[in-house]
């Protein structure tokens, strides 16, 4: 099976389907563009491949990532307003995580330790 991301015209992924490994293959070698014409017989859009292993655009999609044309992979989105992306895309916070168990709270801006459950 094969996955194709739909992109908006701020490349916002609005849409991942599966599409049958079949619909790829020229002479037996997948083809992402002819995955892509494909694509467009059931909507016409923008459209990229993904992977659910990862193995393509470094993550697989879901509603609401971004696609990064330039770096040719996936973004996530934004966890936190504070957040930041880094070079490699990935959003970091303004004060980074202590060791240990903490989870980042926003309206201070700070990692707080999580309450024993026990």
Do not use: A, L, M
């Given at each position: 099976m094969a996955y194709f991301a739909e992109l908006d015209n701020n490349n916002i992924v609005v849409n991942v389907i599966a599409v049958h490994n079949n619909e790829l293959l020229i002479d037996?070698?997948?083809?992402?563009?002819?995955?892509?014409?494909?694509?467009?017989?059931?909507?016409?859009?923008?459209?990229?491949?993904?992977?659910?292993?990862?193995?393509?655009?470094?993550?697989?999609?879901?509603?609401?990532?971004?696609?990064?044309e330039l770096a040719d992979e996936f973004v996530r989105w934004q966890p936190f307003a504070s957040w930041t992306l880094d070079s490699n895309n990935n959003w970091q916070p303004p004060v980074p995580k202590p060791e240990g168990y903490f989870y980042w709270n926003e309206e201070s801006l700070s990692w707080l330790p999580i309450p024993d459950a026990g």
């Open positions: 037996g070698v997948e083809s992402e563009q002819k995955g892509i014409d494909f694509c467009n017989t059931i909507k016409q859009s923008k459209w990229v491949q993904c992977s659910f292993n990862h193995r393509i655009r470094k993550e697989y999609p879901s509603i609401g990532f971004t696609y990064d």
